[in-house]
């Protein structure tokens, strides 16, 4: 008994709790039972028709008041406060003290104290603390312009959520996205949906992604990149920094070079724009496309690290460690590598080695040198212990050594070759039918040997040559290998995917994510807050006689 007595006696109180009136003050009063039955009609005289509600404050310049409904719709130089945070001017306003709830129209504008919010009609549902506009508006900060066709004002978070057409307007980019969750306090946006940030010198593309707009740095995912004006940088994810001129990705990235018609591969890019810079890690890779006399080709270059710098004709590439080079009719190893567009001059260094169809040749320093305007590989310099071997057709290995060693290219195949100093041969001489004649060897001051189809059809001894040709009998195994010989056939690369053998494994970085943006509220397309209420249907200033004012 005792504890039904209770509930009966809580129950009222939990359920038929009223809300409070609405308090007003007003320097005049009149009634019009036929055009405004039970309501009374404010005007200002002096002073404005004043509101107070639960911590709302409103004042205006006429005022159609129901005190039985708790219900008033202003007119004429509207101003809705509520506390030190929200500042609203209208020239009309309504508001129901029963469901909390307003309505603004004409020239609204919502002042916090970090922006402005300009829109033609605004509601403002107390009880969430949400305001929220669907027939497009505008928020200005110190900085920026947001404009979009509807948008919601979260007050205890201190945060816009704008959708459809939404451009923000900064002095040094401008933001184009489907919606923009902004937060005022600390100006931090976040993208999602298709999103671009154009700026002079970049643009930034994204279907998600977080922009800070006052440190002008963000962080982007989801089919991201960032478009300069010579390249292209694609990635799992990009840290952007305008300032800095710096741009960071990471994972499956991607560095198009429009002018150079070039592409870049890797796990992890840099990108130093004001000095035209670029380092890539990660299985690092870039694809150089090469026009031929008979076809298009690529040359691809593999380290395990790439840098560029410059741009148009005056780049350089420098690669290093492990470097490999393969084209499909060329490919190469060294410890680095440099090439110097300018110039078109390609440098191996430390331990090269290259190999043209049969042709291996090897020595301290690798140069080749390609034409400038067919970027077609013209010749080759090989500097101190030049060495090149060409296995024979049957067995044994033609071999030629010197000091220096210069070749000569002819669609991309090698055609002269002139070894100079203290140079050494053994050529194994064979007959047309391919039966072995004998096997020559020879010491020259210099030698100038003709290919052609691949094979040497020529050779040429200057300056009082010793030259002898042995029967293979005579020949015995361990002199038919010039010293310093070193074949190197087995790390031939035959195959595009021979770039990464043997590798060191790279693990992807867990990219950290963006939360999903919250659920938009489905709100109805028409608003009704209260039966009196005149939305869709508000008499005209002159049915009530409003005498205009300044804004206060």
């Excluded at 890019?269 to 035209?276: G, I, Q, S, T």
């Amino acid at each position: 008994m005792r504890k039904l007595i209770y509930i009966l006696f809580i129950f009222p109180v939990l359920v038929f709790s009223q809300p409070k009136d609405i308090d007003y003050k007003s320097d005049r009063t009149n009634l019009d039972e036929e055009k405004y039955p039970g309501a009374f009609i404010f005007n200002k005289v002096t002073n404005q028709v004043y509101f107070k509600h639960e911590g709302i404050e409103v004042w205006c310049d006429q005022a159609i008041f129901y005190q039985k409904e708790n219900f008033f719709k202003a007119f004429g130089n509207v101003k809705m406060q509520q506390g030190d945070t929200i500042k609203m001017r209208s020239k009309y306003a309504e508001y129901d003290g029963n469901s909390k709830f307003a309505f603004a129209s004409d020239n609204v504008s919502l002042k916090t104290p970090e922006n402005r919010l300009q829109t033609d009609s605004l509601f403002f549902d107390r009880q969430k603390q949400e305001a929220f506009y669907r027939s497009g508006g505008q928020v200005r900060d110190s900085l920026s312009t947001i404009t979009s066709q509807r948008g919601t004002y979260f007050m205890e978070k201190e945060k816009y959520s704008f959708r459809e057409d939404v451009v923000v307007t900064h002095p040094q980019y401008v933001i184009h996205s489907d919606h923009i969750d902004f937060y005022t306090k600390s100006a931090h946006a976040y993208l999602y949906g298709p999103s671009t940030i154009e700026g002079d010198e970049s643009t930034v593309y994204c279907e998600r992604g977080f922009y800070d707009t006052r440190a002008d740095e963000g962080y982007f995912i989801k089919n991201s990149n960032v478009k300069y004006e010579q390249r292209d940088l694609y990635g799992d994810s990009i840290y952007f920094n305008r300032e800095n001129s710096y741009a960071a990705a990471t994972n499956d990235v991607k560095v198009i070079d429009t002018i150079n018609a070039s592409t870049l591969y890797g796990q992890f890019a840099e990108v130093f724009r004001a000095k035209d810079s670029l380092i890539v890690t990660g299985l690092p890779h870039v694809a150089t496309l090469q026009e031929g006399d008979k076809k298009q080709d690529s040359l691809f270059i593999a380290s395990d690290t790439i840098v560029l710098k410059g741009k148009d004709i005056n780049r350089d590439i420098s690669a290093f460690y492990d470097v490999r080079i393969y084209k499909s009719d060329m490919s190469g190893k060294s410890d680095s590598l440099h090439v110097d567009e300018k110039t078109g001059l390609t440098k191996m260094i430390g331990n090269p080695v290259l190999w043209s169809f049969d042709n291996q040749i090897t020595g301290d320093t690798i140069e080749l040198i390609s034409n400038k305007e067919t970027e077609k590989l013209d010749s080759l310099k090989v500097f101190d212990n030049s060495f090149m071997i060409q296995r024979d057709s049957i067995d044994g290995y033609n071999q030629v050594k010197g000091k220096y060693l210069y070749g000569l290219f002819e669609d991309s195949e090698l055609y002269e070759v002139n070894v100079i100093k203290n140079t050494e041969t053994i050529y194994f001489i064979r007959e047309d039918d391919g039966q072995l004649f004998g096997i020559n060897k020879s010491l020259a001051a210099r030698i100038k040997m003709l290919l052609e189809d691949r094979e040497v059809t020529d050779i040429y001894y200057y300056n009082q040559p010793e030259d002898k040709t042995y029967p293979e009998e005579d020949f015995s195994e361990n002199a038919r290998k010039l010293k310093g010989f070193l074949w190197r056939g087995d790390e031939e690369l035959t195959k595009k995917s021979d770039l990464f053998t043997d590798r060191k494994t790279f693990k992807k970085k867990l990219i950290k994510g963006i939360e999903d943006p919250e659920e938009e509220e489905e709100r109805p397309s028409k608003f009704e807050i209260n039966e009196k209420s005149t939305l869709n249907s508000r008499p005209e200033k002159k049915d009530i006689k409003i005498k205009e004012s300044d804004s206060e």
